[in-house]
């Protein structure tokens, strides 16, 4: 009797700016986080089994202020944004790829909230980075106070699968 096809639990990531990543040790650090946060996500069955993709950039003051202007309507720096692929456009190819859609992160803003949090860039990109996943997984802390506890249970937990135990997540950090 043959067994059944074990399904894939494939991670993609892909920098869209790798010269702004480059091989470097945060790099390194944010795709094994991703894959660690992923894996979490799958467990607490945010997610299903599969190849998922997410891409990820690291850009500059002025491109991160140009995109919060024209998706938030908001003129300032912010320090992570998240766009989620939308459900049935290009979401899923027949190959079961599932591309979740895109996390972008402002290279100053996180330099200056590791400093200011007294942790590594590192720690601060996956605090940004589990912030962001779960926005592509449809979660939104404005909509109301149920989504926000909601939400900020899921990032504990995300975070915790990353091994970021010591320093408080951007949800908790907002309630300080």
Known sequence: MKKPKKKSNKLDVVFLHPESFGRTKAARALKKSLVQMLNACRDLKLISSGTTVVSISLVDDREMKKLNRAYRKKNALTDVLSFEQPIGDLSENP?????????????????????????????????LLA???????????????????KMLGFERQVLLAAGVRQSPGLLDRAKL
Do not use: W
């Open 95 to 127: 190959k079961g790829v599932r591309f979740l859609g895109d996390i972008v992160f402002c290279r100053s803003v996180v330099r200056t909230q590791a400093r200011t949090y007294g942790h590594s860039v590192e720690i601060e990109l996956k605090i």
């Open 131 to 149: 912030h962001g996943l779960l926005h592509l997984l449809g979660m939104d802390h404005e909509r109301s106070s149920r989504a926000l506890k």
